[in-house]
């Protein structure tokens, strides 16, 4: 029986999609379940399985632009069954008729693809009980001869062999296709520094109070929900309460409106081989601290992994990114369209600085937040960042909406 393949639906939006890469070869057996391709669409890189066990035909080539619904491939279900057992390997063959190879040959053997050795000199080193590495090792010096052997190679041998190190020398340019992903998120970053009043502001966080409080309750805090507790929650609730004080920074751009929602999507940017994706934690400012770690850690997983929905990465009202898993000390992030507004977070440093007249080692943090002029005022944008750094230094606050509890006490 013949079974067909088609191009899924990655969401409502899209039309058509890129087949990216077959995961397995034309015309081979594959597996029920078994991954068998990767779909490129212009928000999300996502897999095709396989539905049945059987021979597999491509009706797609690498690299096509194909509608949703198109026949990808085929699978003949009669020709379902183990794939055949691969041939025994000229090697293994080789060890089986000779098991005890002479000492010179299993050293040629080993270092035959780095260094050619002609027929006279193996007659001699055999003769002589030598290997490679002997004869390596034994070279002291460097001569006009020796130079001007590997001057007069041909270019597609052209190498140097000094003191065991293998030195190439290459003007090889590599060239491969942009992914509909790379090239969706190229024109959107550019369409941002476009269209929008983009500005940045800047602000530190002393991250001590944080790292204190993870050192002594990281162990409760892994033996109750099996995860360990990062900062990326913190700032996640963080910009979910600090919204509340500031709901410009929240809001967006409709034509001639301003929409401002009642609530806080916030997208977390997670790098991965196939570009930037943006999964989102929905309703933050209403979710616990262990829930948000643990949401985050799942969305990033499914990124990395190219398991996340279309319905994952659509909508958010503002978004984190984090620089300083990569060594970023300091940056200005991008806008992610139709948002308003992005925070960098970036590496934690100690740095000297003053606290109660005296200087001190804080792990200080610089953080940005990009913003769009158009809607977002300076006293809102710089509000915002203050409140951040007060949340984030005070964490006790994030129980309470950002509110001394003096205040709820005396509800003021």
Same mark, same amino acid.
């Given at each position: ?24 070869e034309d015309g081979s057996i594959v597996e029920k379940n078994e991954e068998v391709a990767e779909i490129e669409s212009d928000k999300a890189t996502l897999t095709l399985v396989a539905e049945e066990s059987g021979k597999i035909s491509f009706n797609v080539q690498e690299g096509d632009t194909v509608e949703v619904g ?185 034509? @001639?409106?301003? %929409? ?5 999507? /916030? *997208?977390?940017? =997670?790098?991965?081989?196939?570009? +930037?994706?943006? !999964? ?91 913003? @769009?002029?158009? %809607? ?5 944008? /710089? *509000?915002?960042? =203050?409140?951040?750094?007060?949340? +984030?230094?005070? !964490? ?17």
């Amino acid at each position: 029986m013949i079974i067909e393949i088609k191009i899924p639906t990655p969401g409502e939006s899209i039309t058509e999609v890129e087949l990216g890469k077959w995961l397995v070869e034309d015309g081979s057996i594959v597996e029920k379940n078994e991954e068998v391709a990767e779909i490129e669409s212009d928000k999300a890189t996502l897999t095709l399985v396989a539905e049945e066990s059987g021979k597999i035909s491509f009706n797609v080539q690498e690299g096509d632009t194909v509608e949703v619904g198109a026949l990808a491939c085929t699978i003949d279900t009669d020709a379902a069954g183990a794939p055949p057992k691969k041939a025994p390997s000229a090697a293994v063959e080789e060890k089986k008729e000779a098991p005890s190879a002479p000492k010179a040959e299993k050293a040629e053997a080993k270092d035959q693809p780095k260094i050619k050795t002609t027929a006279v000199a193996k007659e001699m080193m055999e003769e002589h009980h030598l290997s490679v590495d002997d004869i390596i090792s034994g070279l002291q010096r460097i001569g006009k001869k020796e130079v001007e052997a590997v001057i007069h190679q041909p270019a597609a041998e052209k190498q140097a062999v000094v003191g065991g190190t293998k030195a190439n020398f290459s003007r090889d340019l590599k060239r491969e296709n942009m992914t509909m992903l790379r090239r969706k998120l190229s024109q959107r970053l550019v369409a941002v520094k476009n269209e929008t009043a983009m500005l940045t502001t800047f602000n530190e966080v002393d991250m001590s109070p944080i790292m204190e409080l993870r050192k002594k309750y990281q162990p409760k805090f892994v033996e109750k929900h099996g995860f360990k507790l990062g900062f990326m929650s913190f700032f996640t609730k963080a910009v979910a309460v600090a919204a509340q004080f500031h709901p410009a920074v929240n809001s967006m751009i409709d034509g @001639d409106q301003i %929409i401002e929602p009642q609530f806080v999507d /916030v *997208g977390i940017a =997670v790098s991965t081989p196939k570009g +930037l994706m943006v !999964p989102i934690v929905r309703n933050a400012e209403s979710k616990s601290i262990p829930a948000i770690e643990l949401e985050i850690k799942e969305l990033a997983e499914k990124a990395r992994n190219k398991k996340i929905s279309i319905e994952e990465l659509t909508g958010g009202t503002f978004t984190i990114t984090n620089g300083g898993v990569f060594g970023s000390l300091l940056s200005t992030p991008i806008i992610n369209p139709p948002q308003s507004a992005i925070l960098g977070m970036h590496n934690i440093v100690d740095r000297p600085v003053a606290v109660d007249g005296q200087v001190v080692i804080r792990p200080m943090m610089y953080v940005a937040l990009s913003y @769009d002029h158009r %809607i977002i005022d300076g006293k809102d944008s /710089v *509000g915002f960042l =203050v409140k951040i750094k007060e949340l +984030l230094e005070n !964490p006790q606050l994030l129980l309470t909406d950002g509110k001394a509890p003096e205040e709820l006490l005396l509800q003021v």
